[in-house]
């Protein structure tokens, strides 16, 4: 099985980069933590709205934060309130649409069991409802501009992915601040 780490450890490790990156980049990572964490009656509500169940490990990240704006260094980890409507989820949308228009469907994951969990301004991360459970969760892709830009096997996966950049942004960081490079 993937899942080694709990969450709760996993989202206090990310919390502990953002607020290092926020403290070596103030100006460029403003401060930044989770939502309080989800309760069952928020995750029930996001259901009603998205018509099918959350991702396990989805509602498992839900349940120790519910949401976190910025919390990566960029984009917004979606919360309850958002799946299904507001603002980011309508650019999600948009995206989805601009992208399915303009690529071949054929190397797009079916997009009527796509949700978005994770949202940037010019990228978004979905859950692939439709691929198979890998260690509990679904499949989980990065959707850039115009392509299909990586998959993880499902959501735990791409928490350590994102983690493991965030350590590296906060590297970069730490070596600009000893080199006094911009």
Known sequence: MTENVPWPVLV??????RIRLN???PRVYPPSIPGERATDEQIE???????HPLDDLHRAVLLEGDGWENGFGYGDLLSTDQLGHGHRWQQAMTHLDD????????????????????????????VDLAGPVTDGGHPVHWLGHDELIQSWPNLY?????????????VDRALEQARTGAN
């Open 157 to 169: 996966e791409y928490w350590l992915s994102a983690l493991t950049y965030l350590q590296r942004t």
């Open 45 to 51: 509500a996001a259901r009603r709205r998205l018509g």
């Open 12 to 17: 206090g490790e990310m919390l502990i980069r």
């Open 99 to 126: 992208l399915y228009e303009n690529l071949d469907p054929a190397d797009l994951p079916p997009r009527d069991r796509l949700y978005p969990v994770h949202v940037g301004d010019e990228e978004i991360v979905v």
């Open 23 to 25: 403290e070596l980049k």
